[in-house]
Structures are given as structure tokens and as C-alpha cells.
């Protein structure tokens, strides 16, 4: 077990700067909140931050970081709270404990492989700082060094959740080292069998292989030195889990596992490179067939060696790979490039280059005397363009930064998008335009026949999704444009005596739509509804000129003036959805009216005299009337000028009401001469009875006039 002077010592030793207080003060805090608490092993609890903080001290931390190693658990296992730990250690190190914090509380579990990567980004992403990622991976390595203690199932759990989040993201981060424990670890519990038969077999020959290594290491370097050439030779076991991994790839046995020991010779330049693979093939036989070289034709994009295989000092065969720095430096990069493609196949570029940045970032702090100069400023976003969010299924899923539950629900399914009225997060309930925050469970709530509505798409933030909307909204518009495009191309024809659909039995509509440039007989009508074609134009090319005149001029069918009004578009008959009243001129009942065809919005109903209706391109304008019967309530507003006298507005208001008629606003000011005028906004159900509101009002003493105001 390590001690707080050790770690204390360790941190001068790489920064005698370093402010050491701050460490001991953690410690006093963390050994003062856990007392009592004890692991599973039975040993204080204590000793858990320390190996912690130990292990960030080999990375070589700052003492922030070792002091948030120290405190990482405090926030969740013990009573501290937030501001305690803000009073005493500052705004830093609250927030880095707050993250370690908040990344332990969300867990991969043993969910699908293929979504880890996803996983890890997610964790980046709720670090917000780096080194509450180096904390969170030290804390890693220190449970998983004593998971012996835990139940199968966590162990499972922890095993594989290690296996696929954590190892890859030491891996990603170049620290190669907590890599492969992490892996080797992990293996040991999840696969026990084949881990002690691969290390028992590893074992007998250990010695062996060490002393083996060495003696190549010593040929190579006398070899070089008699040649001048300046490199560095060096050879490796490989971890257990990557002779596994090998086995199984290659489906071979222990026995035929040749690269144990990995040979690696790098040095300055390409000519040395290959100076180099000469003096291995005069100091040992080369294999035929096995000598690759990826500097003439790189393998990958990014990575470029010299490999080669040779019948080693004792038979054996040895395989060496030969670089520059550079090519290193660039293969470090690559071989993980191309790891994260075989496993996932999902990884981008950009994210690429953000972990090769991150490792940069390590190298270089590894190089500075006092890490905490640098470290300080490390206050990275990870990832500032995305946001990972949970399913209700556990599934792990990625969206732009800013994305709302509407997102979320289309990101599953179409369906799910198109009912969706409500969402909650963590269990609570969000609005719809709900920013959805890193880590969140999102659920989202339905309701069957809701549609999309087009305020949506002011707040969508995925192509998906906004286009799912835009297609539904399209859908509807295109059925109602079709509905409303027959019923027009319908009276048209009903005037000249014919039928729609005889003609389209004939092929003629089909016919038309190709003339008018339509690719069917649904679009053209589409087209009509939507006012880009006019009925008339489509008619021009069903029915032949002389036919029209033919049929027209036929006393034998007269086209009886009822008739025309009733297959006229009439406000019922189209239906509410697309009918609108202007605001402009507010017909009601018993105006004369015409209907305008807005793009896309259905018909207008104007008053026939209307401004702006007059303005209008006729082509797109409709004869429509007012449906027999009782039709809906509109709103009409009068204009009443009266004497300024007390009591006349509740007399005007009362006959208003006399007649049954509902008032919505009323207003009523006082102008010169001692005069006042009123509007009233009105709910009339038509001209009748507005005209009878009038002739009351008109009745009362002080009125002066009263009329419809039409502005
Ligand atoms: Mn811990």
C-alpha cells in the first residue's frame, strides 16, 4: 500500500514546485470522510484514493489532479457535499471531482460492442476536462487490480465494460501501459480458462525469453555500432490478451504464436532503414516471402515500416520491424486509426485527429518540469459539436449539440417522430424543444393520429429529423392540393357537360398531365389544388376548342344556373382544413364572396370586392359560395359613431346581445364635439343577422350612424 509521503515525494521528485499542501490537505480531508468506510477486501476504504492518486502520480499528474485522485469518491460514497468541497478546494477541483463523479454514475454495462465507441465519446464528452478522464482511468485500473472481492456478476460487468470503454480509451490516449492491464485484467475475469492457460504457458519459458531478448538487443546494437548507424533496439513481450487476440484471428495455437517478443528497431532516417534490413539479413537468414516493405508502399494511409522475419540465433523465428521516428510517431496514430475502424467502423476523421491531439497533449506534458503550468490551461471541450444521450433501452446515442427530444424521437423511428406530443428526461418531464443534455435518458411520449407540426422544424437540430417533417407536412398539403385540385377540375368539366371520370378512363386526364408537364394524373391535380396550374389551362388541353364550343351552344343541355351553384366549390364541401377567411376584408354568410388559391395554403375567401383579390392573377381565382344551412360563426366588426353621453356603450352592448349575438371586443373612445365612436367585434353566423344587429343599434337615441367596417 502506498503512503501520502511517497506520493508526495514521487510529485517533487517530477516538480519540486509542485504544491505538495494541497495533496496533504486532500488527504486529510479524504482519510476524514471515509473513516469508517472499508472495501469489500476488508481493508480501509482509504486505501483506494491513495492507489488512485499513486497511479496519477506515475503519469506524472499535477498536484490538482492528484489531489482530485485523492478526493474522487468523496462527492458519492461519503456525506460531502458540493459546496463543502468548493469552500475548501476551490471551483477546480469541485468540478473535477463533480466529473469523475458523474462518469461513474453512467455505466456501459454489457451492452453491444458496436456501440463502445459511441460510449467513450459520451464519457469525453461529460469530462469536459482531460484529466478528470486520467482520474476516472486511474480509479479504473485500481478496481479492476482488486475486482477478486466483488460478486461474478459485477465482475462480468466490470470486465466487459473495461474491455470495451476503458482499455481502448487508454489506448486512445497512448498510455499504453494502463492499456494493457486494463486489458489483461479484464480478460483474466471474463474469460478465466484461457487466461491462465496463455500466462501458465508464458511462464515456463519467461526466463528464457528474457535473457533471449537481451542477447538480441546485444547483437543488433554491436552490428549497428560496426556500422556507424545510431538507432534504438527494442523487444517486448507481448501482453496476454494480444496473443489471444492473435490465436483467434489467425485460429492458431500457443505453440505457433511466433511473435511472442515484438523487435522494433527505429532510427533517423529511410536510407538507415534499409542499411538496417541488410545487417539483419547478413547477421540471420531471412524468411522467403516475408519481408514486407510498407516505406515503398505503405500499407495503410498512415503507416509505413520495414517488416521483416528471420531464422533467429536458436532456429527460431524472429520478427523484427524497422522505422524512422517519424514513421513511429505516424504508425502509433494509424495502427489505432486502423484498430478503431475494424472495430467499430464508425469513427470519423475529425475524431481521429482529436486523439491524436490528445495524446500530443500528453507527450508534451510528460516533457514539462512543472506539468500543473500546463495542465492548468487544459480546459478542453472534447467534444463541443455533439451530445450523447441514452434510450430507454440503455442504448447509447449521438446527436448535434443542441438536439431536442424531437430529435430523439425520429432518430428512432418515423413513427415515433410523428406522435410524438412530449418527452421526459431522467424520468422528468421536457418540453418538446428541450435541449438534451450529456448522459440524459430520453423517453419520449405519444399520442396515435398527432401530427408534426411545422413550428417543429424552428427548433430541429438533425437533417434527419427535419426532413421527416417536412415530408409529412408535404404528404398532407399534397393529398389536400389533390382533393381540392379535383373538385375544381370537376366543376369545370360539369359546365361543358362532361365527366371527369369518363374522360379519365379515356386517358385524356393522363394525356393532359403529360402536356402540362405533370409525370400523372395525381400531380397534375396536385398541381391544380396547389394553384401552379389553373383548372381552366387543364381543361384547354382535355377538351378540344370546337368540342367546348359544340357543347356549350347545345340547347339540348342547358346548364341550369342551381346546378353550376351546387357543384361550385362550396365552403362544406372542401372541408375546413383548407378553407381560410381573409383577414383583410372579413366575409361572412351572405356577402358575395371568391375564393382565392393561395400556394399551398388551399382557398382564400375573400369579399368579391376585396383589394386584394382584385389584384389578383385571375387564373387562380375560384367561384365559390356559401353552403345552405347553418355554417360556422364569424367574426365581423361594426363601426358605431354616437353621441358622447354616459350609458349609451351598455345600450348599444344590449341590443347587440338582444339579437343573440356575441361580443368579442369592444371599443369606444370619445372625438371632438362631443361625439364618441365605437367598433365592436361581433360573432355574426351572417348577413341576415348582421344586417338586423345594425338596424337595432340604428334605432337608439344619440347613434349616428352605425356600419361595417371592413379595414
Ligand atoms: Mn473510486
Known amino acids: 500500500m502506498i503512503r501520502i509521503h511517497e506520493i508526495t515525494d514521487q510529485v517533487l521528485h517530477y516538480n519540486p514546485q509542485a504544491d505538495v499542501d ?22 480501509p476504504y482509504l486505501i483506494h484514493p491513495l492507489e488512485v492518486a499513486g497511479l496519477l502520480t506515475q503519469l506524472r499528474m499535477d498536484a490538482t489532479t492528484i489531489a482530485c485522485g485523492l478526493l474522487h469518491d468523496t462527492l458519492e460514497d461519503t456525506l460531502t457535499t458540493r459546496e463543502e468541497l468548493l469552500e475548501l478546494f476551490g471551483k477546480d477541483i469541485t468540478e473535477m471531482v463533480d466529473g469523475v463523479t458523474k462518469i461513474s454514475k453512467v455505466s456501459f454495462g454489457s451492452k453491444k460492442s458496436s456501440q463502445a465507441e459511441t460510449f467513450r465519446k459520451m464519457i469525453l464528452a461529460m469530462a469536459k476536462d482531460l484529466r478528470v478522464i486520467l482520474v476516472k482511468l486511474a480509479d479504473r485500473v485500481h478496481n479492476i487490480r482488486t475486482l477478486e472481492f466483488l460478486s ?31 486489458e489483461d485484467l479484464s480478460f483474466k475475469y471474463s474469460r478465466p480458462n484461457i487466461y491462465y492457460r496463455i500466462s501458465e504457458q ?40 494480444s496473443i489471444y487476440r492473435k490465436m483467434e484471428t489467425q485460429g492458431i495455437e500457443f505453440e505457433q504464436v511466433h511473435d511472442l517478443i515484438a523487435f522494433r528497431i527505429i532510427t533517423s532516417t529511410i536510407k538507415e532503414c534499409y542499411e538496417i534490413l541488410g545487417l539483419i539479413h547478413s547477421l540471420w537468414k531471412p524468411v522467403p516471402g516475408k519481408i514486407k516493405d510498407y516505406i515503398a508502399m505503405p500499407k495503410a494511409i498512415l503507416y509505413q515500416s520495414l517488416h521483416t522475419t528471420v531464422i533467429g540465433p536458436y532456429g527460431e523465428r524472429v520478427e523484427i520491424q524497422i522505422r524512422t521516428e517519424e514513421m513511429h510517431r505516424v504508425a502509433e496514430e494509424g495502427v489505432a486509426a486502423h ?38 490551461s487544459v480546459r478542453v471541450d472534447l467534444f463541443p459539436d455533439e451530445v450523447y444521450v441514452f434510450t430507454p433501452k440503455g442504448d447509447v446515442r449521438e446527436f448535434p449539440r443542441g438536439a431536442t427530444p424531437v430529435d430523439f424521437a425520429y432518430s428512432i423511428h418515423t413513427e415515433l417522430g410523428n406522435t410524438c406530443v412530449g418527452a421526459k428526461a431522467n424520468g422528468r418531464i421536457v418540453p418538446l424543444t428541450y435541449k438534451m443534455q450529456n448522459g440524459d435518458r430520453v423517453e419520449i411520449l405519444t399520442q396515435s393520429g398527432h401530427r408534426p407540426s411545422k413550428d417543429w422544424l424552428k427548433f430541429v437540430r438533425t ?38 371520370g369518363r374522360l379519365e378512363k379515356q386517358g385524356k386526364l393522363e394525356a393532359a398531365a403529360k402536356a402540362l408537364n405533370y409525370k400523372d394524373v395525381p400531380s397534375l391535380l396536385a ?9 381552366l389551362k387543364a381543361v384547354g388541353h382535355l377538351i378540344p376548342e370546337d368540342k367546348k364550343a359544340e357543347e356549350t351552344a347545345a340547347p339540348a343541355r342547358p346548364r341550369p344556373e342551381s346546378q353550376a351553384v351546387s357543384s361550385a366549390v362550396s365552403l362544406k364541401g372542401v372541408g375546413n382544413v383548407f378553407v381560410r377567411f381573409a383577414k383583410c376584408c372579413h366575409p361572412i354568410p351572405g356577402d358575395p364572396i371568391l375564393g382565392f388559391i393561395t400556394r399551398g395554403r388551399g ?19 375560384v367561384e365559390v359560395n356559401w353552403d345552405a344551412g347553418p355554417g360556422e360563426i364569424l367574426t365581423v366588426r361594426i363601426r358605431v359613431l354616437c353621441v358622447d353621453e354616459p350609458g349609451l356603450l351598455a345600450a ?15 371599443t369606444i373612445r370619445s372625438i371632438p364635439d362631443r361625439k364618441a365612436s365605437g367598433t365592436f367585434e361581433i360573432q355574426v353566423e351572417g348577413t341576415a343577422q348582421l344586417n338586423a344587429v345594425i338596424k337595432s343599434i340604428e334605432k337608439l337615441e344619440g347613434v349616428i350612424s352605425v356600419g361595417r367596417d371592413r379595414r
Not at 527 to 535: C, E, H, N, R, V
Not at 652 to 666: G, T
Open 22 to 43: 494541497l495533496i496533504r490537505k486532500a488527504y486529510v480531508f479524504s482519510a476524514k470522510v471515509h473513516r469508517g468506510q472499508t472495501r469489500l477486501s476488508g481493508e
Open 152 to 182: 461474478n456478476l459485477k465482475q462480468n460487468e466490470m470486465a466487459q465494460e473495461t474491455m470495451d470503454v476503458y482499455a481502448p480509451l487508454a489506448g486512445r490516449l497512448g498510455i499504453y501501459w494502463m492499456k494493457t492491464e486494463l
Open 202 to 241: 508464458l511462464a515456463q519459458g519467461r526466463k528464457e525469453r528474457e535473457r533471449y531478448i537481451e542477447e538480441v538487443i546485444r547483437v543488433v546494437n554491436r552490428r549497428l555500432a560496426e556500422n556507424r548507424i545510431t538507432a534504438q533496439v527494442n523487444g517486448r513481450m507481448k501482453n496476454i490478451y
Open 339 to 376: 484498430w478503431r475502424y475494424k472495430e467499430t467502423g464508425e469513427i470519423t476523421e475529425k475524431d481521429g485527429q482529436k486523439f491524436a491531439w490528445l495524446r500530443q497533449l500528453l507527450e508534451w506534458q510528460k516533457e514539462l518540469v512543472d506539468p500543473s503550468e500546463f495542465m492548468e
Open 463 to 500: 437533417s434527419q429529423a427535419r426532413n421527416k417533417i417536412r415530408q409529412f407536412i408535404r404528404r398532407v398539403e399534397m393529398t389536400e392540393s389533390q382533393l381540392l385540385g379535383q373538385k375544381l377540375l370537376e366543376r369545370e368539366i360539369s359546365h361543358l357537360g362532361q365527366n371527369l
Open 527 to 535: 398541381g391544380i389544388g396547389y394553384g401552379k396550374t389553373s383548372a
Open 603 to 621: 382557398v382564400t375567401i375573400h369579399s368579391h370586392d376585396c383589394p386584394r383579390v382584385l389584384d389578383s392573377d385571375p387564373e387562380r381565382r
Open 652 to 666: 348599444i352592448s344590449r341590443s347587440i346581445s338582444a339579437e343573440k349575438v356575441n361580443i368579442q371586443k369592444a
